[in-house]
């Protein structure tokens, strides 16, 4: 597709389960983010990777999140033991370095 | 941290009104970005605005950044209900454009 894919769009889970959340860039795009949303908040940023640098995880807001890209493509942003204030719509970000940024329709992630 | 304050966080108002909507920081930012948001997409990029006192226009929207560099504004004119969604601002952190900083948002409903 033309634009950042996401997947799921939405994922249910119980607190203490593990979570893993899909991001397809747009091709070419050599930039790619996480940022989380939550209710009445504004994004938060989580996670960028650039290329082959090492990637800024300054975001992340506890050990239980990691993520990775697979050949500057793909991203996987996961969640171990997920807790209810992890609930949260988990939006991806790709672009050109420095360039603007286009966003997916994020994940919704509910904790229950 | 750098914060940015938006206000108002609800906006409802009758098409063919006029609104402003404020993004505040007592920080300094090398950019600032405008978004709009509707329900269950990513947010999609309206301006970025670079030089302090710019003033950029979109069709019915009209952004300004502050002299400092520190505020920043939205004017929409003639408010039509396709303009209804949520207005974030986003700011950059010096030369960088990944990191962004974003606002909570103002909700806007532009009613028929």
């Known amino acids: 597709g033309a634009g950042v894919s996401q997947s799921p769009s939405n994922k249910v889970t119980e607190k203490g389960k593990d979570v893993e959340l899909r991001c397809d860039p747009i091709?070419?795009?050599?930039?790619l983010y996480w940022y989380r949303q939550s209710l009445g908040q504004g994004l938060e940023f989580l996670i960028y990777?650039?290329?082959?640098?090492?990637?800024?995880k300054s975001g992340l807001p506890s050990d239980r999140f990691s993520a990775e890209r697979t050949g500057g493509s793909v991203s996987t942003l996961t969640i171990q033991r997920t807790q209810q204030e992890d609930s949260a719509v988990y939006l991806c970000?790709?672009?050109?370095?420095?360039?603007?940024?286009?966003f997916g329709s994020g994940t919704q992630l509910s904790v229950l | 941290t750098q914060l940015l304050e938006q206000s108002p966080q609800f906006l409802s108002i009758q098409e063919g009104e006029n609104l402003t909507v404020y993004c505040n920081s007592s920080?300094?930012?090398?950019?600032l970005q405008w978004y709009r948001q509707e329900p269950g997409e990513g947010p999609v990029l309206l301006v970025t605005?670079?030089?302090?006192?710019e003033v950029k226009k979109l069709k019915r929207l009209t952004f300004q950044f502050g002299d400092a560099r520190k505020d920043s504004s939205l004017h929409i004119t003639a408010a039509q209900p396709g303009d209804t969604g949520l207005y974030l601002c986003?700011?950059?952190?010096?030369?960088?454009?990944?990191?962004?900083?974003f606002g909570k948002g103002t909700l806007l409903t532009v009613n028929p």
């Open positions: 990777f650039q290329g082959n640098s090492a990637p800024d």
């Open positions: 091709s070419g795009h050599t930039a």
């Open positions: 920080s300094v930012f090398s950019s």
């Open positions: 986003a700011g950059a952190e010096g030369g960088s454009n990944y990191k962004l900083t």
């Open positions: 970000a790709s672009s050109s370095p420095e360039v603007q940024l286009f």
């Open positions: 605005v670079v030089t302090g006192g």
